[in-house]
């Protein structure tokens, strides 16, 4: 399941909820991104969240699929959200659920290095400097590319 | 067609989203970002380093050869930075 929101979420509610009932999941992963206060030297005073509505959902759904092709999962959640954050605000909830635990850890690795290389979101920094927009890390790359082609 | 624009490449272009009509010979991604750089100073800032430059097409990420029509949504913006 994926979904993209301006609003905040509670992860413990979201990982609750996911895998209410189904009692073939024994392990539960689930992963929140926030807003870092520091870009460097600078102070970030907020962090705006641009996408591209529809191919956004799009390319989450596609991240999913390919979770749960390569990795035993019961269940698994991207919430990702868009719009002007402060620092220590959630970005991102990542949730997999799967009977053991090596699936749910792997595969919400996974998403988190995927989501970060190909879901079209596009971060801008307010800083005491002015606005910037934030560059694509070689290291995300790299950290995607582990996990091979697609 | 649709074009759109996001993040800096909106900003230097100085537009989000515009209709345009291209010349004829004008049927793949690369050859649209050659056209849309002469469309003003902006666009050509804007479109100067193709390397970051990623483009989707109908909301699929494209490549250069992609062949586009007039009834499609071409994006156009930097590599993402999401997550």
């Known amino acids: 399941m994926i979904r993209v929101q301006r609003e905040d979420f509670d992860a413990a509610a979201e990982a609750k909820a996911l895998v209410a009932g189904n009692h073939r999941v024994g392990s539960v992963v689930t992963f929140v991104g926030l807003v870092r206060g520091a870009a460097g030297e600078a102070t970030i005073g907020a962090m705006t969240l641009e996408h591209y509505p529809g191919m956004t959902e799009r390319e989450l759904a596609k991240i999913d699929a390919e979770a749960r092709a390569r990795w035993p999962l019961e269940a698994s959640l991207i919430v990702h959200r868009y719009g002007r954050l402060k620092p220590g605000d959630q970005i991102v909830l990542v949730v997999t659920a799967s009977a053991h635990r090596q699936a749910a850890f792997a595969a919400n690795e996974f998403l988190v290095d995927w989501l970060k290389t190909k879901a079209p979101f596009w971060k801008l920094e307010s800083t005491a400097q002015g606005e910037q927009w934030v560059d694509a890390r070689a290291a995300d790359d790299y950290a995607a590319k582990r996990w091979g082609p697609k | ?83």
Do not use: C
């Open chain 2, 1 to 83: 067609m649709k074009v759109l624009y996001f993040s800096w490449l909106k900003t230097r272009a100085g537009i989000g989203e515009e209709t345009v009509t291209p010349p004829a010979g004008v049927a793949s991604v690369g050859a649209l970002l050659n056209w849309l750089a002469t469309r003003s100073p902006g666009h050509a800032a804007a479109l100067a380093n193709r390397s970051v430059v990623r483009v989707a097409v109908n909301q699929e990420y494209a490549t250069t050869n992609a062949p586009v029509g007039p009834n499609d949504e071409i994006a156009l913006f930097p590599p993402v930075t999401g997550g």
